[in-house]
């Protein structure tokens, strides 16, 4: 990289406060949509937001469409005693409502333990652990249960899968909603479920002519169901765009494509998306820069992945590097393909994954950028 380009580079981590404070402005315009999932309106409404704002810092935006296969509960749960109470259906369940005593199981869910619950022609609730949550399900179809409960020996709540169908409605709950079902007691249990093609979108952003950038800066824009998803991960987003601004007038704005993923929460469907359909891109990257949940400070900031990059993270920045994988997200389909990356994480706060995802700090979204855009400045001028 000649001097005159480390120079303007330099000049983007101390671009005027402007530029920073946007950060604020974006997370609470975002949060405002609610739950990013993959084919909602607040996705797109999303979307929509954050591609006129990479417009605004003069890029030009495409988007990159994909289709996988997902399995949505449409609102699951139990009702007893007249109180409705929440839950979640696994993948694979059969959507089903029955009406039925409820069998409480002392064990795991062995099939000795179903049949001495005596749970043919009720609603089982056993407890999670020990045994897949397949194993649970096929012996409580065995010993005759209408259906089946499983309640979560952990706090929260469970999603997850039986990783194949079974003709059985099976709801997961909470601790809490578990300990208010009695065996003896009447319960109706919905399993609302539904399973076919989502379409995703991914939002690319680039100068215009880039057909042959040596850096992507990426984050997943989607959120899990229930979550509004600040740290995870508008945090990450909002890296990307906050680093695309402070780009935009220099070089490394026409040596980059920035782009937000979208399907992460469901398999990194986004990345594997991208990689697939723009192979000259992923060829000739001389790295990939990946921020997921850089807003809470769990830990310290943490970069990981190719040894090469790691180093000039170590020398350039006051961020932990840790050569190799440390997490699945989106840098995984890149590094699979033999792109060097680098992972940008904070570590799993209280709130992943829940209702509470609301907060995330703008200062350690700046801090985060300003480590990446560090690591560039301390990279070799050329390809190797």
Do not use: C, W
């Amino acid at each position: 990289m000649p001097t005159t380009h480390r120079v303007a580079l330099l000049g983007a981590l101390l671009l005027p406060v402007a530029a920073g404070a946007n950060v604020e402005t974006h997370l609470a315009a975002v949060l405002k949509f609610g739950p990013r999932v993959t084919g909602s309106e607040a996705n797109a409404q999303a979307r929509t937001y954050l591609e006129g704002q990479f417009r605004a810092l003069g890029y030009e935006v495409r988007r990159e469409t994909f289709t996988y296969p997902r399995f949505d509960d449409l609102g699951s749960g139990v009702e007893v005693g007249g109180r409705t109470l929440a839950g979640l259906a696994l993948q694979g369940s059969v959507g089903q409502e029955v009406t039925a005593p409820v069998a409480r199981v002392s064990g795991v869910g062995t099939p000795e333990e179903f049949a001495a619950a005596g749970v043919r022609g009720r609603v089982a609730v056993v407890d999670r652990g020990t045994l897949p949550f397949a194993h649970k399900a096929r012996n409580a179809l065995a010993a005759g249960a209408l259906g089946l409960i499983v309640v979560n020996n952990q706090p929260g709540e469970v999603r997850g899968t039986l990783g194949e169908p079974v003709a059985l409605p099976v709801l997961t709950v909470t601790r809490e909603v578990g300990a208010g079902l009695r065996s003896g007691e009447r319960a109706t249990l919905r399993v609302r479920v539904r399973e076919g093609d989502v379409t995703g979108v991914n939002v690319v952003a680039s100068k215009s002519g880039v057909t042959r950038p040596d850096f992507l800066f990426g984050g997943h824009m989607d959120s899990v169901p229930g979550a509004p998803g600040a740290n995870d991960n508008l945090s990450g987003t909002l890296a990307v765009l906050d680093l695309a601004g402070r780009v935009a007038g220099t070089p490394l704005a026409t040596r980059s494509v920035f782009v937000l993923f979208d399907g992460e929460e469901d398999g990194l469907h986004g990345s594997r998306a991208y990689v697939k359909a723009n192979p000259e891109i992923v060829r000739n990257l001389r790295g990939m820069f990946n921020f997921d949940m850089v807003g809470v400070n769990v830990t310290p900031l943490t970069v990981s992945g190719e040894a090469g990059l790691v180093e000039a993270v170590r020398r350039s920045s006051g961020a932990v590097g840790r050569v190799g994988d440390t997490g699945g997200s989106d840098h995984v389909p890149f590094a699979g393909a033999g792109v060097p990356t680098l992972f940008f994480h904070r570590g799993l706060d209280a709130n992943y994954h829940q209702p509470g995802d609301v907060l995330a700090d703008p200062a350690l979204i700046r801090e985060a950028v300003d480590a990446a855009l560090k690591t560039v400045n301390a990279l070799p001028a050329s390809r190797p």
